[in-house]
């Protein structure tokens, strides 16, 4: 008898019709893409390119080919080499991101819902570089600076207040190379960028099976400078995709396939992680929903079918929720959906601190989740089964009636369990004591704390100031 240790959406001839269909639907419908180089290069390496329509059509042979020379082990860094990202992950389970993208921001000190600003790009920036399940740094999109140039703002930000592995979503097509000014900058020269990626790049589909000029030069540009990048899919069930799970799904991994092979053309062993970010359709209003069961389901069936299928690593929103409040809602909708992704085999689960579909952020909602995705991490991960784990030598000792609090392998193991940091686990009449604050309250304090303590990393001054000049022209000539 065989036992699966993780959730499982299909059957074999299920993936084997799913598979055969991507393949079809590639070859014989192919996608669009508004980039006349990358036309050019797709067409040298022998796809099917009509110039005029833009249209591209991928033979499953050359489809598999560009497939086959995708790494299936990425490594992501940190500053200087450190925080690697090792994917897959040794314990067989997952990394974890913050939220990108959001406008909007829940203050620290008022609880107030308000524009983001640059300030709260750094304070993210520490608070995520602190907690330690948090693994990929996104940035916010801060109202305070030029309009033109907000991304290139907020990544200078990041990269001077973290020291882990940042995730870079550029915003317009003539910011992509300031992005990676400010990523070889950091890194120390664009070799040292090679060697130790302390970035990645999004690069998304214009769904359903088209490609903007912009995120195509975000794969040429990031695959020339050894930048990892993540191929994301971004269709709405019943909307941009379609309605049922398997057809958004469908959708969904071609898109990322397509991208893919873009990427190996161009530059073969370039690592992509397949991110399908799927969202469902409120026939009611209209309203793009991220945690509805649909989209969480179909999230977790991409992922299932992309590893099972391709095995090339996967990245989807792991928490979050349509609620804009720090509500039971929200937390019920982020441990539903950390479980299930986690469970299906996913290797980074995004979008920790976010609220309202991904629109909003909060730094207490990020503590939260924080705790949150460890508790799913130990929960799934691999257990260890020999005499030791089965206590086997305590149950040839210990006497019918007896215990196993004073016995010597439970104090081998009494500091095994996983403590919270701000769950609770006192009594009532504790909780009285310590003045009734709930889960909101606590996390509030604990991120006061942590930020109060924070300093940026010890960062060169010339390094600075090559950044600062990067970000200056950028402002100049964007602006």
Known sequence: MTLSTRVAFFSQDQLELMKARVFEMLEQRGVKMDHPEVLSLMDNAGATVDFDSKNVCFAKDFLEAQISQAPTKITLMGRNGANGVKIPRDDGTFYTRTNTGA???????????????????????????????????????????PTATPDVHALNLMLQN????????????????????????????EQALRVTPLVSFITCSLTPLEFKC??????????RNGIPLHACSLPGAGATAPITVPGVVLLSVAEILAMLAVAQVVQPGIPVIATPLIFSTDMMTGRSLQSSAESMQGAALAVQFIKAAFGIP?????????????DGQCMSEGALRSMLIGLSGADILGAAGQLEVATTISPVQLAVDNEVLGLVRRMISNLTF???????????????????????HTLRHCRDGLMPTNFTRMTREDWNKEGQNDLVARATEYCKDLLEKAAPPNLPDHVIREMDSIVEKADKQLG
């Open 103 to 145: 406008q909007s921001w829940i203050d620290l000190e008022s609880g107030k819902y308000r524009p983001i600003t640059a300030s709260d790009v750094v304070d993210w920036a520490r608070l995520a570089d602190r907690l330690e399940e948090i693994s990929i740094c996104a940035f916010p999109v801060p109202g305070d600076v």
């Open 386 to 408: 020999d005499d030791d784990s089965l206590a086997w030598a305590d149950f040839l000792t210990v006497e019918p009636g007896g215990n196993f609090l004073t016995g010597d």
């Open 162 to 189: 973290v020291e882990k592995h940042v995730w870079v979503q550029p915003y317009t097509q003539e910011s992509v190379d300031y992005l990676i000014n400010l990523a070889i900058a950091a890194a120390g020269g």
């Open 314 to 326: 996967t990245h989807t929103y792991g928490i979050g929720s349509d609620s804009p409040l720090s």
């Open 214 to 223: 912009m995120d195509l030069d975000i794969i040429l540009k990031c695959a």
